[in-house]
């Protein structure tokens, strides 16, 4: 089936990971509004049926762990009997964790790289038969993280600059094919996920110390609108907002420069990491929001 016009969803099949909540869920109910049949794919499923549940008959939810091949066709197999194909699918479903690498959680920490690394490359490698029959799009979540590579966030900013990277090399690969690919960096926005970083006993009081833009967090709307206008134009790239995107063109200095900006505020945090530990466990510590929880349960 031949691509539809740049700009135009109506009618597409949208299949969303990590929809139950925040950008998923909102990505889901803004590109129904605008005519596409939203397929939400993920864990929690009583949260993704509520989401359903708002849209109306052009939503269906399937469960599905995106770091499980079996899951992941089953629901695919069971989307394409649903709506007939899948023409775009936006990788979204990501967890974190709070820690340092020397203290963290060991299965918390390696559970963030499966579910947002390895849970992209499996999402799109059982979707790309779909999608090369539809001409479609391909849409992973990247973030800030992949730029910018603070500390407490080393898994986290490893998948997402491997997101980045996998998307690069896949764009090429699959061009001919008529099928494009995107990914997406959103900075920090209130999600459950950055909610639950922030209210982290000792990393919340670390993130609360990020200067200017790149600790700011935004509202949810500035994510959808700018990934939604990405979608829409099946874009390359989205920043969200757009000065994330600068900060590409000077990715080189950014380590040495985090670096020095970390040496006031990590000894201290570092040491409360290692109490907060001691009195939670490794565990309690580290898991970050629902998703993370939902993942890491399994």
């Given at each position: 089936m031949a691509q539809g016009r740049?700009?135009?969803?109506?009618?597409?099949?949208?299949?969303?990971t990590g929809a139950a909540r925040g950008i998923g869920a909102g990505l889901a109910e803004r590109l129904a509004a605008r005519g596409a049949k939203v397929a939400l794919v993920g864990l929690e499923p009583e949260e993704q049926q509520k989401v359903a549940d708002r849209i109306g008959d052009s939503a269906k939810?399937?469960?599905?762990?995106?770091t499980d091949w079996d899951a992941l066709e089953r629901a695919m197999a069971g989307v394409r009997d649903h709506f007939g194909g899948i023409d775009i699918v936006v990788a979204n479903a990501g967890i974190a964790t709070s820690g340092f690498v020397r203290s963290v959680d060991p299965r918390a920490f390696e559970k963030v790289i499966e579910v947002d690394l390895l849970g992209v490359w499996r999402t799109f490698r059982v979707a790309l038969p779909y999608v090369i029959e539809r001409r479609g799009y391909l849409l992973a979540?990247?973030?800030?993280?992949?730029?910018?590579?603070?500390?407490?966030?080393?898994?986290?900013?490893?998948?997402?600059?491997?997101?980045?990277a996998?998307?690069?090399?896949?764009?090429?690969?699959?061009?001919?094919?008529?099928?494009?690919?995107g990914v997406a960096h959103p900075t920090w926005i209130k999600t459950d996920l950055v909610e639950s970083a922030d209210a982290h006993p000792v990393f919340g009081k670390l993130?609360?110390?990020?200067?200017?833009?790149?600790?700011?967090?935004?509202?949810?709307?500035?994510?959808?609108?700018?990934?939604?206008?990405?979608?829409?134009?099946?874009?390359?790239?989205?920043?969200?907002?757009k000065w994330v995107g600068g900060l590409?063109?000077?990715r080189a200095f950014l380590p040495p420069i985090i670096e020095i900006g970390s040496r006031s505020r990590v000894p201290a945090a570092d040491k409360a990491a290692?109490?907060?530990?001691?009195?939670?466990?490794?565990?309690?510590?580290?898991?970050?929001?629902?998703?993370?929880?939902?993942?890491?349960?399994?």
């Open positions: 740049v700009g135009d969803v109506n009618g597409k099949v949208v299949l969303i939810a399937w469960e599905a762990d995106v979540i990247s973030s800030l993280a992949a730029i910018t590579h603070a500390p407490a966030m080393a898994n986290y900013s490893a998948a997402k600059a491997g997101v980045e996998f998307v690069n090399s896949l764009r090429p690969e699959v061009a001919h094919l008529g099928v494009k690919v993130r609360a110390t990020m200067p200017g833009l790149i600790g700011k967090t935004y509202p949810l709307s500035v994510a959808l609108d700018c990934i939604e206008d990405g979608i829409l134009k099946r874009a390359r790239t989205i920043h969200a907002p590409k063109l000077i290692l109490a907060d530990i001691e009195a939670r466990g490794a565990y309690e510590s580290s898991v970050t929001g629902h998703g993370g929880r939902a993942a890491t349960k399994r």
